[in-house]
C-alpha cells in the first residue's frame, strides 16, 4: 500500500502527494495531479505529473450535482494523455472493469 497525501500529514510516511497540477510544487515522491477537462491535464503534464487523477467519471456522493464525464468522454480524455491516467469519481471495480483504464481510485467506496 503507498500512501499519498493532499498536504502535510506529520507522522504518516507518504510516498507523494495529489491536488491541483499548482499545489504539486516541489512535492517529493509520486505527484498525482487532480483534473477534469483536457486543459487541466496538459497543466498536470507541464507540472511533471506521475499520473492524473481525472473525474468525475460517473455521479458521485461526494460531488453531488456535479457534472460528470461519462465513460466516454473519460476515455477521450485519458487517451490524449502522456502520462498514466486513473478514473475517479463514482468507480467501482464492476465499473472498472469495463473500462480500459491504468488504474481507478474510489473514496466513497472505501468508507
Do not use: C
Not at 506529520?10 to 483534473?35: E, I, K, M, V
Not at 481525472?54 to 476515455?75: K, M, Y
Request: hydrophobic letters at 50%.
Amino acid at each position: 500500500m503507498q500512501i499519498i497525501t493532499a498536504g502535510d500529514a506529520p507522522g504518516w510516511p507518504a510516498d507523494g502527494h495529489y491536488g491541483a497540477p499548482r499545489s504539486l510544487g516541489r512535492a517529493q515522491g509520486l505527484r498525482f495531479a487532480t483534473a477534469h477537462s483536457l486543459a487541466e491535464i496538459g497543466a498536470a503534464v507541464r507540472a511533471r505529473a506521475s499520473a492524473i487523477l481525472l473525474s468525475p467519471v460517473f455521479p458521485t456522493r461526494s460531488h453531488p450535482g456535479a457534472r460528470i464525464l461519462g465513460p466516454v468522454r473519460f476515455l477521450l480524455l485519458a487517451r490524449r494523455s502522456p502520462v498514466p491516467v486513473i478514473a475517479l469519481g463514482g468507480m467501482t471495480k464492476r465499473r472498472a472493469a469495463r473500462l480500459p483504464v491504468w488504474g481507478w481510485a474510489a473514496i466513497d467506496g472505501l468508507a
